[in-house]
């Protein structure tokens, strides 16, 4: 797959975990765009270690499932870990 055509897949598929995980805080193109990427590389390779197949990202409808689901995930541990982190810095007394 081409470099335009990465960013694109990544856009649609970090747009439609954005549409899944419903987050109060808009997010924008390219956040959009690096979750969607990040997140098929993550469950690329989560899907080679565990079957022990290779897999190729490619333009069909495994491959944007995989994509998403890995977008669901890194979106879901980034606001996980987002929210601790406010939560924290609202206890702390000076």
Do not use: H
């Amino acid at each position: 797959m081409s470099v335009i055509g990465w960013i694109v897949f990544g856009a649609l598929a970090g747009w439609v975990s954005s549409l899944i995980v419903r987050d109060p805080r808009p997010r924008g193109c390219l956040a959009n765009i690096a979750t969607g990427i990040i997140g098929a590389v993550l469950a690329g390779l989560v899907y080679q270690l565990s079957t022990g197949r290779s897999w190729q990202f490619r333009w069909d409808w495994p491959s944007f499932g995989v994509a998403v689901l890995g977008a669901l995930a890194l979106s879901l541990v980034v606001s996980l870990v987002g929210r601790s982190g406010r939560n924290g810095r609202r206890n702390i007394r000076r």
